[in-house]
């Protein structure tokens, strides 16, 4: 969240459960001064759960998948939870300008996680306005543009610009993108993703053994 949300009565029953948990983590780093002002226990930063889980896997999940409309390898893949007019014009403006095709789906029964997936493995760039959207994006190294929708908030994105320095990707929907971006590979620091998954898985094992060592104890 980007603001404390709670009612000092909801804070109060927060507060006691929290200390039932073995451990906290928060994969925002704005949340780890709310929790802690709040809540009074310092979370650990950690990466969203998709980036601890290597590409092959994702690639795993796609290997048999087959896809309904023919894909080549010169189109943009939209993925939308937005209804914007605005991210609309964006797109019939991109189309207009390049020759690229448009392949855009939101998430639903019909259309599967393989299908988001796989069309952002097989994209030559991604549009969206979506987290995760944006997150595998980063994981299949694609070309992105990002459109932060205020009603589901900004903490996340702020947290991928920070630690990423992706803020030139990554907009509101007042602003006008540089398509130009959709051509260039984002420059993310390897290393420090490296680093950062290895922190978090290590973090989870440990904070799992834990919870394990002690399964038998009534709280």
Not at 35 to 46: D, Q, S, T, Y
Not at 56 to 64: E, M, T
Not at 110 to 124: D, L, M, S, T
Not at 143 to 161: D, M, Q, T, V, Y
């Amino acid at each position: 969240m980007d603001k404390w949300k709670l009612n000092k009565k909801d804070e109060k029953i927060a507060k006691l459960l929290i200390k039932n948990f073995t451990g906290i983590s928060v994969r925002e780093k704005g949340s780890v001064k709310i929790v802690e002002n709040h809540l009074g226990i310092k979370p650990i930063f950690v990466l969203d759960p998709t980036l601890l889980i290597d590409r092959k896997y994702y690639l795993k999940l796609i290997k048999n998948y087959k896809n309904d409309i023919l894909i080549d390898d010169n189109y943009i893949f939209v993925y939308t939870l937005t209804n914007s007019i605005k991210l609309k014009g964006y797109i019939n403006k991109l189309i207009e300008a390049t020759n690229y095709k448009i392949y855009l789906i939101t998430i639903n029964v019909k259309n599967q996680i393989e299908k988001f997936i796989y069309g952002i493995n097989k994209a030559k760039a991604v549009i969206t306005d979506s987290f995760h959207g944006t997150l595998f994006s980063i994981i299949f190294d694609k070309p992105f543009i990002s459109f932060i929708a205020k009603e589901r908030g900004n903490e996340r994105f702020n947290s991928l610009k920070e630690v990423f320095g992706i803020g030139n990707r990554i907009f509101d929907f007042n602003s006008t993108p540089d398509f130009m971006l959709l051509t260039i590979k984002p420059n993310i620091n390897k290393t420090l993703l490296k680093s950062l998954k290895e922190q978090s898985i290590n973090y989870l094992k440990k904070n799992l053994k834990s919870c394990t060592a002690g399964e038998n104890e009534v709280i």
